[in-house]
């Protein structure tokens, strides 16, 4: 059972960064296609970046050259670098680990752009 935990989220200024981190239990790293996924209130959860186990990179239109998906398979950790964020980018963001097991989520945390 794979299990995933995120921390990094809170409430940041527009044009401000966050680093968000997703440690992974149960698995290694390196044998899961992981990504992440964002909630905003009233809305679908949408992709926000994905990282597969060769580490080829998909980003959401919406996030391109602003967020950086990165993993560290010794570390079993996956990061998700936010930077210029913007109000739009208020959501409760999911890290998720897509294994032969099935797919699994994290609990999600909050992220809240506001001046």
């Known amino acids: 059972q794979v299990q995933l935990v995120e921390s990094g989220g809170g409430l940041v200024q527009p044009g401000g960064s966050l680093r968000l981190s997703c440690a992974v239990s149960?698995?290694?790293?390196?044998?899961?296609?992981m990504g992440w996924y964002r909630q905003a209130p009233g809305k679908q959860r949408d992709l926000v970046a994905t990282i597969t186990i060769g580490g080829s990179i998909n980003y959401a239109d919406s996030v391109k050259g602003r967020f950086t998906i990165s993993r560290d398979n010794a570390k079993n950790m996956m990061y998700l670098q936010m930077n210029s964020l913007k109000p739009e980018d208020t959501a409760v963001y999911y890290c998720k680990a897509d294994s032969l097991q099935g797919d699994f989520w994290g609990q999600g945390m909050q992220v809240t752009v506001s001046s």
């Open positions: 149960g698995s290694s790293l390196s044998s899961l296609l």
